[in-house]
């Protein structure tokens, strides 16, 4: 009778998910400004960086993962002007460094070459690309660890995980 | 035309009349239409229906744009609503919006609501504590406020009565100060926590670490199943609406139980404008009702009327019921209507770590937490404040991944969970003491969006409520550090009254009309048929999570009520 009466109103309720009701959407999709924050080669570089922070290997990296649209989306909705700005001069200044160290844009340089400028920006001293820096990794992160790829196949998040134990012995490797 | 009109009237006309379809409204509606009354209930937002309204309750956390974080506009654009925990968006279109619900800060005071069918039923924090005769006692021992005109014994059936069909999970802990109820299968507390337990246990003897009682159904019982609703499935989502009725909701329960009846017509769109008053027969005749979507004016009749608005929106309906027989607002003579606003102080936490248990981990998840009952000046006065505060406590298994690095080695690093020390934390829900001058009135010229006269919020902390925590924060982090906790911290995050969204009182119950609004039966004194069992009526607040109680008065309201009509006196 119970999982009767669960299945049912599970049915009905995914029947509900088709579409938000326009109360629902109002408070963000009407709202928010449609149009990206960065020109298409940023768009492009962008992509460049998150794949670069975290790469394809045996599984599918940030850039495949669609994470550079995610960084593009959070930045541009939920950051004030400023991040917005950073995030645009901080991407058009990695394309002009690799110009002027590997003379190639960011996108035609080496998957090393990428990986190291990436990394002496994290290690360096300018300030204002640091700061840039650091909220793009940690958005890729964000957007990489809960993305459905790594969520279904990797951290296998439990939607319904229909119990709790409050003392269970730690799952060794 | 004539008979248009008689015709007209008595469609609008019902025995009973619910305003508001939240925690204590739904109800109002259950119990009066279960009894056969013809009931209107009236919800000033629109419909949301089980399951079929709740469209983000199935989707996955990577379904949601910004991973549950709210665009700054919106944010910018409400910051009343953004200050509350749980509006994200999984849940922002329960929320009311800042700018259509306009409202004046004397003092800053945030005023979260649900204007929907359930109102913040679907939002709430779902723990369900009951009072002990000490909660009730407390006004007249310690001299604030006026007497409760009820005592713990009045209301223990009816805590009984909504225990069974609204499914509380609990532990028979056999603590005076923290009375048993009707239980389901208790959730457990996990390692960590019961250490704590003990430890307490053996320090302090009045101080107990019991887990939460909270109103899920961790074991269906039939009256459940017949409510089409099933066992909490642990999803912790419940800001979404719970897919299973999992969780107690009006829209879950007490809603369609009502409408099951036959008896009960839900008008969504209402805004209360006021209680019409009938000057020759000395009481409430009927509302009159602005149509959200028309804003036309329209009356409704009945022979009863249950105000269940919500604390202060049911303060904003008396106060701007005006008649020759009542100039300052429906039955009060007393000037007392709007007065002895309090709230609970949420304002400290304290967080620590430990290192023990480091083989041991939790597995699932838990929609509930630990509780400390008040034990601070329960038996008798002891410190140089009035009441105490009861906490949350809650232990977790920190786990992290190494974030360092780039490229393949940063990707290795995401891939593997580490386990760090357990985090453990607690935060203060303070009784605060109902003041005159914590106050609500209705501004003189200013209009809401409705037309409805703004309400102006005048609620403030006190030294009594300062000293609370700061003794709060002294005695959980030494009974935090007694137990070998480390990192003890505490904080004071000074977040504004109204907050704790347990905002009470204004229509406070007493045994005198001249210093209080409501009797014992939550019935107005001087309109015997106009009740008011939501937040409104509590003459004090005590510290416990205060939803359960409200249920039990409209239970024990309705019983009254309609056992009165039936013997003519109303």
Known sequence: MERRVALKSMAVAMGAMAGLPSWASGWSKSVVAKGGLLSADQSKNLTMIVETIIPKTDTPGAGELGVGDFVQKMVKDCYDSKAQAGLSSGISNIDEQSVQRFGKSYADASKEQRLQLLQDIEKGSDAAQKAFFSMVKNLTIQGYMTSEYVMTNITHYEMIPARYHGCVPVKKG | ?570
């Open chain 2, 1 to 570: 035309m004539a008979n248009f009109n008689i015709d007209s009237k008595k469609a609008r006309t019902y025995d009973a009349i619910v305003i508001g379809s939240g925690i204590s409204g739904g109800w109002s509606a259950k119990e009066l239409t279960e009894k056969g009354l013809k009931t209107l209930v009236l919800e000033r937002g629109r419909d949301v229906q089980h399951i079929k309204d709740y469209p983000t309750t199935n989707m996955m956390p990577w379904e949601f744009e910004h991973r549950e974080r709210l665009p700054k506009e919106i944010v910018d654009a409400n910051p009343i609503a953004a200050s509350c925990y749980n509006f994200k968006e999984s849940s922002a279109h329960f929320f009311a919006k800042d700018n259509e619900h306009p409202y004046i800060q004397e003092k800053p005071f945030d005023w979260i609501r649900g204007y929907q069918v359930g109102g913040k039923s679907l939002l709430w924090a779902r723990q369900t504590q009951r009072w002990s005769k000490y909660d009730f006692e407390g006004p007249a021992r310690d001299g604030f406020a006026v007497e409760w005109p009820i005592g713990y014994d009045d209301i223990a059936p009816w805590y009984s009565h909504v225990e069974k069909f609204a499914g509380i999970t609990g532990n028979k802990d056999g603590i005076d100060t923290l009375p048993d109820g009707e239980f389901l299968v208790p959730h457990d507390l996990n390692c960590v926590e019961k250490y704590f337990k003990e430890q307490v246990a053996k320090q302090y003897k009045d101080r107990h670490i019991i887990i939460g009682r909270a109103a899920h159904i961790t074991d269906p019982q039939q009256i459940h199943l017949d409510q089409g609703r099933a066992k909490c499935q642990h999803r912790t989502i419940c800001e979404r609406g719970c897919p299973f009725g999992g969780y107690f909701s009006s829209n879950a329960s007490t809603i369609p139980w009502a409408m099951k009846t036959g008896n009960m017509t839900l008008r969504p769109h209402s805004v209360v404008h006021s209680i019409i008053y009938d000057e020759k027969k000395q009481k409430a005749s009927g509302v009159r009702v602005i149509d959200a979507n028309t804003k036309q004016m329209m009356e409704f009749y009945a022979d009863i009327i249950f105000l269940n608005a919500a604390a202060l929106n049911s303060n904003l309906v008396l106060l701007n019921s005006i008649s020759n027989r009542f100039p300052n607002g429906l039955g009060n003579d007393s000037g007392v209507l709007g007065k002895y606003v309090a709230f609970h102080n949420y304002r400290a936490t304290v967080s620590g770590e430990y290192e023990g248990f480091l083989d041991s981990t939790t597995d699932g998840r838990r929609p509930n937490s630990g509780y400390i009952p008040r034990f601070r000046n329960v038996y008798k006065q002891e410190t140089d404040f009035l009441r105490g505060y009861a906490a949350g406590f809650g232990a977790n298994r920190n786990t992290y991944n190494d974030r360092s690095g780039l490229g393949e080695s940063l990707k290795a690093g995401l891939a593997e969970t580490k386990y760090g020390n357990w985090s453990v934390g607690s935060h203060m829900m303070g009784e605060t003491i109902p003041k005159e001058s914590n106050y609500v009135a209705l501004d003189k010229s200013e209009k809401d969006p409705f037309g409805m006269p703004k309400l102006r919020i005048s609620v403030g902390y006190d030294d009594n409520d300062e000293k609370m925590v700061k003794d709060y924060m002294e005695q959980v982090s030494e009974m935090f550090t007694q137990a070998g906790f480390k990192n003890v911290r505490s904080n004071d995050n000074h977040r504004k009254p109204g907050n704790d969204i347990h905002e009470m009182g204004g229509v406070r119950m007493g045994k005198d009309p001249k210093t209080s609004l409501l009797n014992k039966w939550n019935q107005l004194h001087l309109c015997k048929n106009v009740f008011v069992t939501d937040g409104a009526s509590m003459t004090s607040t005590s510290t416990q999570n205060p939803s359960l109680t409200y249920m039990a008065l409209s239970a024990r309201a309705v019983d009254y009520a309609v056992k009165q009509m039936k013997a003519k006196n109303l």
